[in-house]
């Protein structure tokens, strides 16, 4: 079974990862944040009480739990330490707000994983 990249340790994981442009944001919430406890109420509520993290980085900070690697195959990944799966969210829809998924060869970290390979 490959490694899944999104939690391979072996990468070169740096912190302070931030998003340069919006799409690339989004990406990242829908495949991270739309599936963490931590913005349960910005999901479930008028946008009050949502992550932190979340916030400060739509400030321009750049954000220690927020890492960043790149794979052998140079595929760039993200991933945030502070991640918590909610397990209330509805995973037999698409997740909130999102855009079409990110790159191909890696699957989100909420994908149930299998034993065969893709």
Same mark, same amino acid.
């Given at each position: ?6 939690? !391979?340790?072996?990468? /070169? ?7 340069? /442009? ?11 944040? !739309?599936? %963490? ?11 009050? $009480? $949502? %992550? ?6 739509? *400030? ?7 890492? !960043?690697? *790149? ?6 990944? *993200?991933? %945030? ?8 969210? !509805? ?5 909130? @707000? =999102?855009?079409?998924?990110? @790159? ?5 970290? @909420?994908?149930? @994983? =299998?034993?065969?390979?893709?």
């Amino acid at each position: 079974m490959p490694t899944d990249p999104f939690f !391979d340790e072996t990468l /070169n994981w740096k912190p302070g990862w931030r998003p340069s /442009n919006g799409t690339e944001g989004r990406l990242f919430m829908a495949n991270w944040c !739309d599936f %963490c406890i931590h913005d349960r109420k910005a999901r479930t509520e008028p946008f009050e $009480g $949502g %992550c932190e993290l979340i916030l400060r980085s739509l *400030q321009g900070e750049r954000i220690e739990e927020w890492l !960043d690697a *790149q794979t052998p195959q140079g595929w760039f990944v *993200q991933r %945030c330490t502070a991640f918590e799966d909610d397990k209330t969210v !509805d995973r037999t829809r698409p997740p909130f @707000h =999102t855009p079409v998924s990110i @790159h191909p060869i890696v699957k989100p970290p @909420h994908a149930p @994983h =299998t034993d065969k390979e893709d």
